[in-house]
C-alpha cells in the first residue's frame, strides 16, 4: 500500500492528498510533522534527510518533494491532472510552480500570528507588511481568474487547480481585513464543491 507522511496542516502535504484522492489512488496517511510526530528522528530522516513533509513511501520507492509527488502520482494513475499539450502542460506547470514559488512566500508569518499564536511571532508590523506583499500576489491570481474560465488552465480540472486552490484556502481562512477578490472567490467556491477537496479545505487545515 503507498503511504503518505506529513500533517494535513500542511499545504504541501494536502496537495499529495488530494491529488490521490482526484486520482483515485489508494494511500495510507501516516501522520508526521511538528507538533504530533517530529520529523528529525532517524526514522524519518532514512526517508528525507530535509525532515520535510510530505514524503510517499510505495515499497522500497520514496519520493519527497509535494511537487514531485503530484507528478507521479498523477502519471502513475494514467496522467489525467496534467495535458500532454506543451504549451498547455507548460502553464499548468507555471501556476503549480508559482504557488509554490510566489504564492506562498509571504504568508508563513500571518499564518503562524493570527491562526497558530506561535511565540516570536507577535510583531504586527511584520505581519501587516507579510499581508501587504501576500496581497500583491493574491492581485496577480485574481486578475488570471476573472479571464480564465472554470479552472486555472483550459477547461479542464488540473494540477494547477489544487495547487491554487489551497492557496486560496489558506488566505480565505486567516482572519484579516481582505480586499475584494470576487474572481477568487468565485473559483474557490467551485472547487469546494469537487468531492475529493472537501477533506482539504476545512477550517480545521487552514
Known amino acids: 500500500m503507498m503511504r503518505i507522511l506529513g500533517r494535513v496542516t ?12 482526484e486520482l483515485g489512488l489508494a494511500y495510507e496517511h501516516e501522520d508526521w510533522g511538528m507538533p504530533n510526530r517530529d520529523p528529525k528522528v532517524p526514522e524519518f530522516m532514512a526517508l528525507n534527510p530535509n525532515a520535510q513533509v510530505p514524503v510517499l513511501v510505495e515499497d522500497d520507492f520514496v519520493l519527497w518533494e509535494s511537487v514531485a509527488i503530484m507528478l507521479y502520482l498523477n502519471r502513475k494513475a494514467g496522467g489525467s491532472l496534467l495535458p500532454e499539450e506543451p504549451r498547455r502542460q507548460g502553464l499548468v506547470m507555471q501556476w503549480v510552480l508559482w504557488q509554490n514559488n510566489e504564492m506562498g512566500s509571504n504568508w508563513a508569518y500571518p499564518l503562524m500570528s493570527i491562526i497558530r499564536k506561535a511565540p516570536g511571532f507577535d510583531d504586527s508590523q511584520k505581519v501587516a507588511d507579510n ?13 488570471h481568474l476573472a479571464k480564465s474560465g472554470d479552472f ?20 480565505f481562512a486567516i482572519p484579516f481585513d481582505h480586499p475584494p477578490m470576487p474572481a ?15 477533506e482539504w479545505l476545512t477550517h480545521a487545515t487552514p
Request: aromatic share 10%.
Open 152 to 171: 486555472v488552465v483550459g477547461n479542464d480540472f488540473s494540477l494547477a487547480d489544487i495547487a491554487i486552490t489551497l492557496g486560496l484556502h489558506r488566505w
Open 184 to 198: 477568487c472567490e468565485a473559483y474557490y467556491n467551485r472547487m469546494k464543491a469537487r468531492p475529493a477537496a472537501a
Open 10 to 21: 500542511s499545504i504541501n502535504v494536502r496537495k499529495a492528498n488530494w491529488a490521490a484522492g
Open 131 to 143: 499581508i501587504a506583499a501576500w496581497t500583491g500576489k493574491m492581485n496577480i491570481i485574481e486578475a
